[in-house]
């Protein structure tokens, strides 16, 4: 059964602090997608990880991948409240689909 | 805006009726994936047609069904609607096939209430 689990489900962290969001699945992957969705809105594309020990920077994101550990990471660089969102990984296994995980809601608290 | 265009955005319906939703592509995007987003089973694969065919299923319910026009355009309908139906349904569009590596881009959504 393909599984993707993300940790925390849940996470309030004040501004300017750092933090990692965790990305574990189950069966062998080569890529992986990150994506932010605001309460309500559409899936906004953040990073594209297409091999192994890929990192992408995008401002205070920057998502790696390691695809002999099946561990995608999302980490959080001195927080501000913009980032506040559900953030989803999905790795492609195969078949044309992506598999999203359980989202990552993130509050950022003044 | 990712170019990705579904209507209508909301729509609400009685339990036993039939909806049909629409998504049309960005331009060039040959490629439309469908997915449901409800609180108990996440974001889940639907469907996915490319050029016109069918590509891949996933969790797609029979009372489900899903057609790609020849401009492109994708129609989900949705039939003996249950209260369970109840969901944000979004479609999504890719140059290619995720097989491709084609990145895909996200529509606004569909809130569907069933009462």
């Known amino acids: 059964e393909l599984k993707v689990e993300q940790n925390p489900l849940f996470l309030s962290m004040q501004e300017g602090k750092n933090y990692t969001i965790y990305c574990n699945y189950s069966t062998t992957s080569d890529r992986l997608y990150w994506y932010r969705q605001d309460p309500g809105k559409s899936l906004e594309s953040l990073f594209v990880l297409l091999s192994n020990g890929a990192v992408k920077q995008e401002g205070r994101l920057m998502a790696s991948l390691d695809t002999k550990a099946r561990l995608s990471t999302l980490h959080i660089t001195a927080a501000v409240h913009d980032l506040s969102a559900t953030y989803f990984c999905?790795?492609?296994?195969?078949?044309?689909?992506?598999?999203f995980g359980t989202g990552t809601r993130l509050t950022i608290i003044p | 805006d990712s170019g990705v265009t579904q209507t209508p955005k909301h729509l609400i319906t009685a339990t036993g009726q039939r909806v049909t939703l629409r998504c049309s592509p960005r331009s060039g995007d040959l490629s439309v994936y469908w997915y449901q987003q409800s609180l108990d089973q996440g974001l889940q694969f639907l469907i996915q047609?490319?050029?016109?065919?069918?590509?891949a299923k996933g969790n797609i319910l029979e009372r489900f069904s899903a057609q790609q026009f020849p401009d492109l355009h994708s129609e989900l309908n949705l039939s003996s609607l249950e209260l369970g139906d109840s969901a944000l349904y979004f479609c999504a569009s890719s140059v290619g096939t995720s097989g491709a590596q084609s990145e895909q881009y996200f529509g606004p959504g569909t809130r569907l209430t069933v009462t």
């Open positions: 047609y490319y050029n016109g065919e069918e590509r």
């Open positions: 999905a790795p492609y296994f195969g078949n044309e689909k992506l598999t």
